[in-house]
């Protein structure tokens, strides 16, 4: 079954992330870093209207 990602921004994919123990550690530009509090695992969040579907699926993985 393959499953198709939705088209989401920058900012609802960080409030995702939020809910998911990420925590924004700092912005440069049109760019968020963020950091899990479990592993120390860092991402960064492009703050576009719409995500690529290949940049919202590594940024998933």
């Given at each position: 079954?393959?499953?198709?990602?939705?088209?989401?921004?920058?900012?609802?994919?960080?409030?995702?992330?939020?809910?998911?123990?990420?925590?924004?550690?700092?912005?440069?530009?049109?760019?968020?870093?963020?950091?899990?509090?479990?592993?120390?695992?860092?991402?960064?969040?492009?703050?576009?209207?719409?995500?690529?579907?290949?940049?919202l699926?590594?940024?998933?993985?």
């Open positions: 079954m393959v499953y198709r990602l939705p088209r989401i921004g920058g900012k609802d994919l960080i409030k995702y992330l939020s809910k998911k123990c990420y925590k924004p550690t700092r912005q440069r530009g049109s760019h968020v870093v963020l950091r899990s509090e479990h592993d120390n695992r860092i991402v960064v969040v492009p703050l576009h209207n719409e995500l690529d579907r290949g940049t699926l590594a940024i998933l993985e």
